[in-house]
T-cell receptor
Framework: ETGVTQTPRHLVMGMTNKKSLKCEQHLGHNAMYWYKQSAKKPLELMFVYSLEERVENNSVPSRFSPECPNSSHLFLHLHTLQPEDSALYLC?????????????FGPGTRLTVT | GQNIDQPTEMTATEGAIVQINCTYQTSGFNGLFWYQQHAGEAPTFLSYNVLDGLEEKGRFSSFLSRSKGYSYLLLKELQMKDSASYLCAVGDSNYQLIWGAGTKLIIKP
């Protein structure tokens, strides 16, 4: 595997379910990110982990819970979601803080909450 | 507040040239990025500007004016495969990226 991988690619869940999204990066980067992408809206940064420590949490509801067990893996645990949480969830990684520190994205998980 | 503006949609003809503009107001500036995102796919990095001027990379060029808070992405010799959304993002004082909503580029034969 190369680059950034995400599983599952598609997920349909009810509002009472608990599920987890997984991200793995094979680039040797030291920072990982979760973004939410909704149609016609800017990418919304949810969480940032740098050297396995959470450095940013952009007022994300507690029904989203991140976990970063090591520098290569990132999880997003989901529980009691709402229909408005349906979106594309993208994982990214980068090598901070060295310019140009571009972020490499995984293919995303298309989440539908019913 | 922080804001990145770019047109919602543009249309161009195969073989032509198109310029996609981006204006920004952010707290701090640590570079401006352009990404390409095909429908249903992940964004992919195109360019990075941190100093004023033009950066050329094949058919794509990116320009930055920090004093004007302005950038553009120039695509030459357009091909059908260039149909995609183009995302402008600015690195803020914490090196986090602030994103625009993207410009959907439609290429017609």
């Amino acid at each position: 595997e190369t680059g950034v991988t995400q599983t599952p690619r598609h997920l349909v869940m009810g509002m009472t379910n608990k599920k987890s999204l997984k991200c793995e990066q094979h680039l040797g980067h030291n920072a990982m990110y979760w973004y939410k992408q909704s149609a016609k809206k800017p990418l919304e940064l949810m969480f940032v982990y740098s050297l396995e420590e959470r450095v940013e949490n952009n007022s994300v509801p507690s029904r989203f819970s991140p976990e970063c067990p090591n520098s290569s893996h990132l999880f997003l645990h989901l529980h009691t979601l709402q229909p408005e949480d349906s979106a594309l969830y993208l994982c990214a990684s980068s090598q901070e803080p060295q310019p140009p520190y571009e972020q490499y994205f995984g293919p995303g998980t298309r989440l539908t909450v019913t | 507040g922080q804001n990145i503006d770019q047109p919602t949609e543009m249309t161009a003809t195969e073989g032509a040239i198109v310029q996609i503009n981006c204006t920004y107001q952010t707290s701090g500036f640590n570079g401006l990025f352009w990404y390409q995102q095909h429908a249903g796919e992940a964004p992919t990095f195109l360019s990075y500007n941190v100093l004023d001027g033009l950066e050329e990379k094949g058919r794509f060029s990116s320009f930055l004016s920090r004093s004007k808070g302005y950038s553009y992405l120039l695509l030459k010799e357009l091909q059908m495969k260039d149909s995609a959304s183009y995302l402008c993002a600015v690195g803020d004082s914490n090196y986090q990226l602030i994103w625009g909503a993207g410009t959907k580029l439609i290429i017609k034969p």
